[in-house]
């Protein structure tokens, strides 16, 4: 299954599943884009704190694979609360800040967030909200991320399965 690291904070115990460094490949779509393939790490640090540290990077890639040009990087804190709930702090290299929230499943490995707030620079695009969705399955990470955005309603953006490394 997982290991469960040694120093983990007790309110990230029920995240130990994410802990480590995650590898893939996704793909993405959404009004006035063509479709993409991409290729993404993920990692998720835990150091005894009440909090794991997220980052992640892409990168476009072609129909077989290879790199065709960097893609988005994001970084932030995963804060998950003794009551099940968990506030999720980002950060986008295209300029704009993220706060969502959501709920630990109580019955599987996963979890899904929601914005609360998004707040953009004045040369960010226009984005307005999203929902993601993580859990472990087959013990490979999978997550959905869906974007309102450029005038678009909430909707399917991306989604990724990725390998433990």
């Not at 993409?36 to 704190?49: A, K």
Request: proline content about 6%; cysteine-free.
């Amino acid at each position: 299954m997982f290991e469960i690291p040694e120093n983990i904070h007790p309110n990230t115990a029920r995240l130990a599943w994410l802990i480590g460094t995650w590898a893939g490949n996704g793909h993405g779509e959404y009004p006035n884009i063509e479709k993409f393939q991409f290729g993404q790490e993920l990692i998720f640090q835990q150091d005894g704190r009440p909090f794991i540290h997220y980052m992640s990077r892409a990168w476009i890639t072609d129909a077989d694979g290879n790199t065709i040009r960097p893609s988005a990087q994001e970084t932030g804190f995963i804060r998950p609360q003794p009551d099940g709930t968990i506030e999720f702090l980002l950060t986008h290299s295209t300029g704009f800040v993220e706060i969502w929230h959501g709920e630990l499943d109580p019955d599987a490995p996963r979890f899904e967030i929601v914005t609360d707030t998004v707040a953009r620079t004045a040369t960010a695009k226009e984005y307005t909200g999203g929902k993601r969705l993580y859990g472990y399955v087959e013990g490979d990470l999978l997550y959905a991320f869906d974007m309102a955005a450029m005038g678009q309603p909430l909707q399917s953006h991306t989604h990724a399965r990725l390998v433990r490394q």
